[in-house]
C-alpha cells in the first residue's frame, strides 16, 4: 500500500486573500512583542492586521462602574495607540481594531477562525484586563482548528532558522507545510528535528523500533526522515533543509534546537475526550518554556 506522503504533496494556499492575521492583544509586553511579530507576518503575507482587544464579561472589583459593554478609557485609547504605532512602522499595512466583550479564549477562537493565523502573547496580564495568559492561551490553542503563534516579550534570534518537530509516526502535511513555508516567507533555512521513540517505550511504534539492531533502526529512521522531506524539498527547490534526529524526551530535544531559532513549529491533533479539548504534554512543555516563537499547527 502506498503512504500517503509518498505523493507528491499537495500544498494548500491561503484560504481566502481577505482573511486577516489577527494577534490579541491586551497591553503587557508579551501582547506588544506579538503585535509586532504580527505585524511583519501580515506584511510577508500581504494580508491586513487585525489587532483584538477583548474584556472579561465579570466586571472588574476594582473598577466597579466597569462592566460588560462599557470598556475603560485605557480600553478604547491604548488598541488605538498601539494601531497608529503600527502604521507608522509598517507603512501601507491595513490595521484594523476590534474590541469585543466575552469569554476571552471563546472571542480568541472565534477571531481564529475568520483569520489566516492567530498571534498570541505567551503571557499577559492577570485578572480581568489581561485575557491572553497562560490558561487562556492553552485553552485556546486546545480548541481552535487554526494555526496558533505564540510569542514571548524579548528580542528575536538574529539569522535564526525555523525549526520543526516531526513525528515520523504522523508526518501530517498541514504542519510540514506551514513550516516550509514560513521558512520560506522568512528566507531563512529549515531545520526539521525527529526524536525516536525510546526502545524502552510501549505500544506498537516503539516496540517495532525496538526490534531491529540498533545500527539498522538508526538507517531506517533516516531513511524514512529523507523520504518524507524530500518531497517537500521539491515543492520548495530554494529553500535550505536541514535534519536531525535527536533520541529522547522530544520536548527537551526541541527546546535544545530552539536556542538558535526563529520560530519552532509543532503540530497538535484533534481530539475528541470526554474532557474536551486538551494539549498534550509536548505542547505545554514548549508553550511554558520556550523563549522562541511557538508556532502549533492543528491536523486531523
Known sequence: MTHPLLTAPSIP???????PVTVGFDGSRESLAAVTWAADE???RGLALR???????EP???SPLVGPGTPSRVSEEVPRTTAER???THPGLEVLVRQRCGEPAA????????SELLVLGSRGRGGVAGFVVGSVALAVVARTRRPVVLVRAGEPVPGGDVVLGLDLSHPCDEVLEFAFSQAHRLGVPLRVVHSPRHPGGCGPTAQAAAAPAPGAADAATATALARVLDQWRHAFPGLHVTAEIRPGHPARRLL??????ALVVIGRRNRDSRLGPHTGGLTRTLLHRSRTPVAVVPHD
Open 13 to 19: 494556499g491561503p484560504r481566502s486573500p481577505s482573511l
Open 42 to 44: 501580515a506584511r510577508r
Open 51 to 57: 489587532l483584538l482587544h477583548a474584556w472579561g464579561l
Open 60 to 62: 472588574d472589583v476594582h
Open 86 to 88: 503600527v502604521r507608522r
Open 107 to 114: 472571542v480568541l477562537c472565534e477571531a481564529a477562525e475568520k
Open 256 to 261: 535544545d534546537a530552539s536556542h538558535a531559532a
